[in-house]
């Protein structure tokens, strides 16, 4: 659904945008949930400043690669949404868009739900896009020793892969902030964890997994990560 289509008709109720949503359950979850419209609306660059500007919408859920793009068109940022600089949902209050950032609750509320004690531990976190900054937010909030970002390109702060495999093998956390598992890839991995073996946590679950054999890979990284408790103390989990 393109920008388009909106114009033909009048305020819109709810919907996601982004790039492209073929992978997405956001319309099939709220369809379940609540008795709303909900619309997936597959935008370009020009598509989303033209939808921004009209405002014709109640709330918007915003994914990549829009999540920091749409900033300059909000009259007012939450204060988590201001302090990450990454924006994943909007409300129209009167033509007035405000910006949200639920990720964060999201995010910290998995950890609280997995018990993963993220408390002077050293984190890695792959990716470098909107996501990662909520993701150090999060870090920060848990009291974690220290958040490395990783990255294809040494770029911003972040290291590359290879400097996570031979610098930060130590890492006790990984949290996966990329898209590396959504459809239609959804064998990719952005990173091997053999060799990190002071692991104890693996949050995957920024990321929709549908397909059954994923969900089975999965589980067995769940199970690899069991077998190596034999050589190390703490418990580790796949999230």
Same mark, same amino acid.
């Given at each position: 659904?393109?920008a388009?289509?909106?114009k033909e008709q009048?305020?819109?109720e709810?919907?996601?945008? @982004? ?10 979850i709220? &369809? /379940? %949930?609540? *008795? ?5 609306i597959?935008l ?8 921004l /500007?009209e405002?014709?919408?109640k709330a ?6 829009? *999540?920091?793009?749409? $900033?300059?068109?909000?009259d007012h940022?939450t204060?988590?949404?201001s302090?990450?600089?990454?924006v994943? #949902?909007? !409300?129209?209050?009167? @033509?007035r868009?405000i ?8 995010l &910290?509320?998995?950890i609280r739900? =997995? ?7 050293k984190?890695? $976190?792959l990716?470098?896009?909107?996501? &990662?900054?909520?993701?150090s937010?999060? #870090?920060? &909030?848990?009291? =974690?020793a220290? =958040?490395?970002k990783v990255?294809?390109?040494k ?8 400097? +996570?495999?031979s !610098?930060?093998k130590d890492?006790?956390?990984? %949290?996966?902030?990329t898209? #590396? @598992?959504?459809?239609?890839d %959804?064998? +990719? ?7 990190f073996?002071s692991?104890?946590?693996v949050?995957?679950?920024?990321i ?5 054999? !994923?969900?089975?890979e %999965?589980s067995?990284?769940?199970? #690899?990560?069991k077998?190596?408790k034999t050589?190390? *103390? /703490?418990k *580790?989990?796949?999230?």
């Amino acid at each position: 659904m393109t920008a388009g289509f909106l114009k033909e008709q009048e305020m819109m109720e709810y919907g996601l945008i @982004g790039a492209k949503l073929g992978h997405s359950f956001s319309k099939d979850i709220h &369809s /379940k %949930i609540g *008795k709303y419209d909900y619309q997936l609306i597959e935008l370009t660059d020009r598509q989303l400043d033209e939808f921004l /500007k009209e405002k014709n919408f109640k709330a918007v859920n915003v994914t990549i690669p829009y *999540k920091q793009t749409v $900033i300059p068109y909000l009259d007012h940022m939450t204060q988590a949404a201001s302090d990450i600089g990454a924006v994943n #949902c909007i !409300r129209n209050d009167s @033509g007035r868009l405000i910006g949200h950032n639920t990720d964060f609750d999201g995010l &910290s509320a998995l950890i609280r739900h =997995a018990r993963v004690d993220l408390e002077g531990k050293k984190v890695l $976190i792959l990716g470098t896009g909107g996501t &990662s900054d909520t993701a150090s937010a999060v #870090c920060k &909030s848990f009291k =974690a020793a220290g =958040a490395v970002k990783v990255s294809r390109r040494k770029t911003n702060g972040a290291v590359t892969y290879e400097e +996570a495999y031979s !610098r930060h093998k130590d890492a006790q956390i990984i %949290i996966n902030t990329t898209p #590396c @598992g959504m459809y239609p890839d %959804i064998f +990719a991995k952005p990173i091997d964890i053999d060799g990190f073996d002071s692991l104890e946590g693996v949050i995957l679950s920024l990321i929709h997994i549908s397909e059954p054999t !994923r969900q089975a890979e %999965i589980s067995y990284a769940v199970f #690899c990560l069991k077998k190596k408790k034999t050589t190390n *103390k /703490k418990k *580790k989990s796949v999230y």
